[in-house]
Every structure is written in structure tokens, then in C-alpha cells.
């Protein structure tokens, strides 16, 4: 199933699609050139919005959780993408630990943990799941819908290495975005541990991902004689606010203003209609809580207790004191009339599929990542890497590797974004 463009403003997204299929060698090249000066993360999703006139990330996630909503057809992909992954951190590796979220009642969560299992398996590697829950003290199975079972089983530290009772795995994968720090067990073990701690919500920052991403997508830009604008969001940072107190308020509210003046600039520029509007959210955070969708910066100071207290908390119940305001990006695209949304996974540095987060009951200029979403796996007639140059670019194929290069963008970014010489 593909979605359709609800808009007239696609002058401006047909012509960056054209741009991107007669580039393609060179946008190819390009990326094989990064990859071999930056260490690729290694996996990872990104939230993409497409308004017509516009396609751009708005959020990269190193923890993907979704493998379960990917088009099954495309399952051998994601193993040969796994392979390449295993190959370069560990090439004689034969055991994977994998660690997972705390979410033993979310069995859609889980289902991805199984499908990530599958992945591995059929990679080549001997793979169990260990878990950080203090309750699971001995091999705990628990039932998947459709008759499957993962078993938890709890981690064992022996000196300097971390493994299962009668596993000692040679690469550590976390699937667990640590948003309530790194447990003392992951530190200084001698494993490979893939993404590394620095990557946990209680170190990284959206702000430094998207600091470094303006860097990759102006190269790009270049590369390709665009306006960086049509793949990049504005952004800025408000630090230190406290929504209870209303503390920084002010702060908030001036960078709120200074987004929306940029954005009517080119609004003005692109012919685009539709009033700018931002998205406030948590700078470090993910399962879209602490954000809202902001029109006027007088919004910030009219905000209601319940709006405060829904703003001031994220998971783990973690109190927010920075937050992102990001330009927001609408989304034209529809399924069966509900509000869609692309989301792209990789391995490696392969797009292996994705998604269309869809909602019924979201507007276009709201975030969708929020109870009552629903998953409609990208139908790719051929992957993300193989688009048609010769035809049109809205066709299925074409906007699909659109998808692509813009979500390897942001891939690119995370790496810079994890280096050293960010």
C-alpha cells in the first residue's frame, strides 16, 4: 500500500526527487566515501515527513524497536545487512547477547525482539536474550501471539565479561535505549557493545544529532546544487526549563519565535500556504512523549497545568530541562484517509525496509508516534536501492529511494554524531 500526496505544492519535492535519480551515481559514491572514513552505527530507524515541498527527518532512533512491522518479503535483506554488521565488529563471531528493553507486558515490543532473534539466527549466529529486570532470576519464557516464545534469561558478570549461564558471547547488542542510564553490568566489559552506552538517552542529545546532521545535509546539498532547507529542519535548543515551575518559559518561547520567522521566510520563498509550526520536544527522549505542536509563541505562556505536567515528564519518569524546538514538517501523506508517516530501517549502512506510521485521529502537523498508531509495512515493489531512473519521480520505487538517501543522511549523521570528531 502506498500513500497519496494530499497537496498541489509537489513542484518543489518532484524536482529534489529528479535531482536525487540523475545524481545517483555520484549521491552512491558519495556515501560509499563517508562510510569508509566513519564507523556506521549499527542499526538504526528515522522518522521521515513529507509535505511536497519538503522531505526531511525529524527523528533517528539507534535503538530501533519496530523489526516486527517490516515487510516479511524482505527478510533476506536484513540478514545480508546483519552479516556485514556482525563481519566488521567481530568476524569470528558466533554468539550475539542480545539485550532488550524492560517491557516483558508489551508484546508488540517484543515481537520485535523476536523478529531482531530471527534476523540473527538465520545470520549465522547463536543468539539468547538477557535481561536487566532484577525478577528474572532464572530462564523465563514468555509467549509471543502466534505461538512463539522468547526466554529471558539474567546476566552473568564474570570479571570483565558479560554473559549467560553457559554463554559467553562475543558481541553485545542493546535493543534497550537506556534512558535511565547505564547499568553498572554494561560498563567496562571487554565485549564489542553495539550501539555503544553513548549512545543511551541519558548521554545523547537530539540536538547534537541534528547539529550534526545540518553539517551532512549542507555537503549534500552541494553535492547536488539544493536548497539544504528542502531536506533539513531549522532547530534550536532551550536549556535548563522547568514546565511545573515555568521556569524558562521565556527562553522557550523566544526560540519558538525565532523558528517560525525562518520558516515563513521560505514559505514566502517556496509558495507554501500552510501556517509554520514547531515541535516542542524532550532534547533527550524517545515513544513520543514530551512533545506538542506549537503555531505562536504565546502558546508557550498560556499552557495549561495538564499541558505542563504532559510536557514535563518522559520515560523513566524522567524530569525534562531541555528541549528541542524543531521546525515542523508536515505530512501530506495519507493512507485510507489517515495521516501517514515513512519510517526506514537500516543494518549497516543498507536500508532493509520500513513502514507507514499511520493515525487516524493525528492531524498533519502532529506528531504520530502516540497511542491508536497503527503500521502499514512499505510495499517495495524492488528495495530502496533500486529505484527506476528512467521514470517518473513519484513512482513507487523512485520515492521510495528517496526515502533512502535522505534517511542514510541522517544515518550519517548519528555516526558523526557518536565520533569523536563530531
Known amino acids: 500500500m502506498v500513500p497519496h500526496l494530499t497537496?498541489?505544492?509537489?513542484?518543489?519535492?518532484?524536482?529534489?526527487?529528479?535531482r536525487f535519480l540523475d545524481g545517483m551515481p555520484t549521491i552512491e559514491h558519495w556515501f560509499r566515501a563517508q562510510w569508509l572514513e566513519h564507523a556506521v552505527p549499527f542499526y538504526a530507524s528515522v522518522d521521515l515527513r513529507n509535505s511536497g515541498f519538503k522531505l526531511a527527518p525529524v527523528d533517528t532512533n539507534l535503538f530501533p524497536g519496530g523489526f516486527n512491522n517490516l515487510n516479511p518479503d524482505f527478510l533476506p535483506l536484513c540478514v545480508l545487512a546483519m552479516q556485514s554488521a556482525v563481519e566488521k565488529i567481530c568476524p569470528e563471531a558466533k554468539g550475539v547477547l542480545l539485550i532488550p528493553e524492560n517491557h516483558t507486558?508489551?508484546?508488540?515490543?517484543?515481537?520485535?525482539?523476536?523478529?531482531?532473534?530471527?534476523?540473527?539466527?538465520q545470520s549465522g549466529m547463536r543468539v539468547r536474550i538477557g535481561s536487566l529486570l532484577?525478577?528474572?532470576?532464572?530462564?523465563?519464557?514468555?509467549?509471543?501471539?502466534?505461538?512463539?516464545?522468547?526466554?529471558l534469561e539474567p546476566l552473568v558478570r564474570r570479571g570483565n565479561r558479560l554473559g549467560l549461564d553457559g554463554f559467553d558471547p562475543c558481541v553485545v547488542l542493546l535493543n534497550?535505549?537506556?534512558s535511565g542510564g547505564a547499568p553498572e553490568i554494561l560498563k567496562n566489559i571487554e565485549q564489542a557493545v553495539y550501539p555503544p552506552l553513548s549512545a543511551g538517552w541519558y548521554t545523547r542529545r537530539k540536538?547534537?544529532?541534528f547539529a550534526a546532521y545540518d553539517r551532512v545535509a549542507g555537503e549534500f546539498a552541494k553535492l547536488l546544487d539544493i536548497d539544504p532547507w528542502l531536506i533539513n529542519p531549522y532547530f534550536a535548543v532551550c536549556n535548563q526549563i522547568n514546565f511545573h515551575t515555568r521556569a524558562g518559559e521565556e527562553c522557550l518561547a523566544m526560540q519558538v519565535d525565532g523558528i517560525l520567522k525562518k520558516m515563513s521566510v521560505k514559505y514566502a520563498e517556496y509558495g507554501v500556504k500552510s501556517d509554520p509550526f514547531v515541535i516542542v520536544k524532550a532534547d533527550a527522549g524517545t515513544y513520543g512523549m514530551g512533545i506538542m505542536t506549537v503555531?505562536?509563541?504565546?502558546?508557550?505562556?498560556?499552557?495549561?497545568?495538564?499541558?505542563?505536567?504532559?510536557?514535563?515528564?518522559?520515560k523513566e519518569g524522567l524530569e525534562v530541562s531541555d528541549v528541542l524546538v524543531q521546525e515542523g514538517v508536515y505530512t501530506f501523506e495519507h493512507i485510507n484517509d489517515a495521516v501517514a508517516e515513512p519510517v526506514v530501517y537500516m543494518i549497516d549502512?543498507?536500508?532493509?525496509?520500513?513502514?507507514?506510521?499511520v493515525h487516524t485521529g493525528r492531524g498533519v502537523d502532529e506528531n504520530l508516534n502516540a497511542p491508536g498508531m497503527h503500521f502499514v509495512p512499505l510495499a517495495f515493489e524492488t528495495h530502496c536501492s533500486m529505484p527506476n531512473p528512467e521514470g517518473k519521480p513519484d513512482e513507487t520505487a523512485n520515492r521510495f529511494y528517496a526515502y533512502g538517501v535522505v534517511a542514510r543522511l541522517a544515518l550519517l549523521a548519528a555516526a558523526l554524531e557518536l565520533s569523536d570528531d563530531r
Open 176 to 178: 534497550n535505549d537506556l
Open 105 to 121: 507486558r508489551n508484546l508488540f515490543y517484543l515481537q520485535n525482539v523476536a523478529q531482531i532473534v530471527t534476523i540473527l539466527k
Open 207 to 209: 540536538s547534537q544529532h
Open 134 to 151: 532484577p525478577e528474572i532470576t532464572q530462564a523465563t519464557p514468555i509467549q509471543l501471539p502466534g505461538g512463539n516464545a522468547l526466554v
Open 295 to 314: 503555531k505562536d509563541a504565546g502558546e508557550i505562556t498560556g499552557l495549561n497545568r495538564k499541558q505542563r505536567n504532559r510536557m514535563a515528564v518522559v
Open 7 to 18: 497537496t498541489a505544492l509537489t513542484g518543489p519535492l518532484l524536482e529534489l526527487e529528479r
Open 349 to 357: 549502512h543498507y536500508v532493509v525496509g520500513g513502514f507507514y506510521r
